[in-house]
């Protein structure tokens, strides 16, 4: 689980949207473009090449 304070101030680091946490898969998605960054050990990996675009 991410802290609430922490979701509402990150943004995607390719188009700078507010990105959302999905919990069961634990990853943060960015609505616009469609990125899915990987959350590991409880840290945020926004780094674009880590990166997944989905449809």
């Not at 304070?5 to 990150?10: E, W």
């Not at 946490?21 to 050990?41: A, F, I, Q, T």
């Amino acid at each position: 689980m991410l802290d609430r304070d922490l979701l509402n101030i990150l943004a995607c680091p390719a188009c700078k949207t507010p990105i959302t946490y999905d919990e069961e898969r634990s990853v943060l998605k960015c609505g616009n473009c469609h990125r899915v960054y990987p959350v590991r050990d409880g840290i945020p990996i926004l780094l674009v090449d880590e990166a997944i675009v989905e449809a």
